[in-house]
Nanobody, 126 residues
Framework: QVQLVESGGGSVQAGGSLRLSCAAS????????MGWFRQAPGKEREGVAN???????SYADSVKGRFTISRDSVKNTLSLQMNSLKPEESAMYYC????????????????????WGQGTQVTVSS
């Protein structure tokens, strides 16, 4: 059974850092396109970053240089290191898997992903 469980969200002041984790089971993260999305109230879900089967990564322009996506093939986890956070980045963050497939061209779209975690809330105060 495929399952994704996020953790690591919380409250932080502007300029602070958080590290999100996503524990995967039922498949291997290194064999799939893995992505992080976020959704703020009243807004559409947007792609933040993805990591492909070969380890290549892509990022939304707004987070380049501040966020880093990575995976641990031994632990079968996905991570998102977020630095220099901004209040407008407060949102629910989700990890997602496009099972067994290579990532499509950026920007990633939520409809391309088969499986989703329940989300973890990130709140950035000014």
């Amino acid at each position: 059974q495929v399952q994704l469980v996020e953790s690591g969200g919380g409250s932080v002041q502007a300029g602070g850092s958080l590290r999100l984790s996503c524990a995967a089971s039922g498949f291997t993260v290194s064999s799939s396109c893995m992505g992080w999305f976020r959704q703020a109230p009243g807004k559409e879900r947007e792609g933040v970053a993805n990591i492909d089967r070969d380890g290549s990564t892509s990022y939304a322009d707004s987070v380049k240089g501040r966020f880093t996506i990575s995976r641990d093939s031994v632990k079968n986890t996905l991570s998102l290191q977020m630095n220099s956070l901004k209040p407008e980045e407060s949102a629910m963050y989700y990890c997602a898997a496009d099972l067994g497939r290579w990532c499509r061209r950026w920007p990633i779209m939520s409809r391309e992903f088969d499986y989703w975690g329940q989300g973890t809330q990130v709140t950035v105060s000014s």
